[in-house]
């Protein structure tokens, strides 16, 4: 599969899961900790499914507002999308994660939304990079 990248950027971890994480800009320069439920002692911080679900959500909905002239579904100004990522093991052995997107769209119809949604599935990058590896929901709030 060929990408003709018009955009690349990058992030550096150290310390994984208990560690931290930056882009060379210092726009991006966060603390990482490994949640309770992981073994952690903390859920106050961010971890890689928090940043996934944030990179994940604003990617939908710029999918959503790229796919809208296409589809007859405008995206109104105070939309949103959440991304909710579960993380644990594999029946397969290893660990997945899980994602399902609820998108909010006031004054558009549960029908407009859900066929705004598909359209958006298709194109979005973050969807393209998990197909077939990952399940994702996708819901009108």
Known sequence: MAVNVIYKTQATATGGRDGSARTPDGAVDVTLTLPPAM???????????KLFAAGYAACFLGAM??????VGVSV????????????????????????????TLPGVDTADAEKLMAAAHEVCPYSNATRGNLNVGLNVG
């Open 39 to 49: 073994g952690g002692s903390s859920d106050a911080g961010a971890n890689p499914e």
């Open 65 to 70: 507002k790229a796919v809208s002239g296409k």
């Open 76 to 103: 109104p100004g105070d939309a949103t999308v959440t991304a909710e990522i579960g993380f644990g093991p594999r029946e397969e052995g290893g660990f997945g994660i899980t994602a399902d997107l609820t998108a």
